[in-house]
Each structure stands twice: as C-alpha cells, then as structure tokens.
Nanobody
Framework: QVQLVESGGGLAQAGGSLRLSCAAS??????MGWFRQAPGKGREIVAA????????YYADSVKGRFTISRDNAKNTVYLQMNSLKPEDTAVYYC???????????????WGQGTQVTVSS
C-alpha cells in the first residue's frame, strides 16, 4: 500500500502563507487531498484533487485562500495556504482514495499529519 508523508507545516502569523507537501511512496492513480483536525473537533475536508488534476474541491472556509495542486511525476500533492487565519490552526492530513469525496471514509490512505499553527 502506498504511504504518504507530509511536510511543510509550522507556525505562521495571521495573513501569512505556508505550503504543505505530501509525497507518496509510489506512483498512484488515486485522488488526493487534505483533511484537518483542530483540537476538540472532528476531521474535516480542506481540499481534494483528481488524479489528472482537472477537478478540484475546496471547503467553503478555504475557498479563495488555499490552492491544491499535484505533480504526478514527483508523486506529490501540494496545498498552498495564503491569508491564513487563526481558525486554520489544526493538524493537516494528506489522504488518497479512489475518487474525490467530502467524507473521510472515501479515503483509504492517510499520512501521519503535520501541525499548522496560525497566531493572531
């Protein structure tokens, strides 16, 4: 089974930017995406992208601020996060699954997570 490794998390100020990367251990034709989990809350989808990159999904809370992309030659998906807000603070998880979906149960493979903290 393919494994996912996230990187790029850290601390940012409100209004700042971070870019998350997720490297898959092998070539995959799966859709990929990002979920996040804030303290005391459930996991919610942030963004997802089809294998071809032709279709994307964004949660309303991040539309216009975050951009998901992928480079299949590098088996890597990215999440560019701009105009960060304190409410974006969460552990961000990279995911892969047969197709794009909003439910966490649509995704078979999960990374270990990377912490993003946005200070006000």
């Amino acid at each position: 089974q393919v494994q996912l490794v996230e990187s790029g998390g850290g601390l940012a100020q409100a209004g700042g930017s971070l870019r998350l990367s997720c490297a898959a251990s092998a070539r995959t034709s799966y859709a990929m995406g990002w979920f996040r989990q804030a303290p005391g809350k459930g996991r919610e989808i942030v963004a997802a992208i089809t294998w071809s990159g032709s279709s994307t999904y964004y949660a309303d809370s991040v539309k216009g601020r975050f951009t998901i992309s992928r480079d299949n030659a590098k088996n890597t998906v990215y999440l560019q996060m701009n105009s960060l807000k304190p409410e974006d603070t969460a552990v961000y998880y990279c995911v892969a699954g047969p197709r794009v979906g909003v439910s966490k149960y649509k995704y078979d493979v999960w990374g270990q997570g990377t912490q993003v903290t946005v200070s006000s």
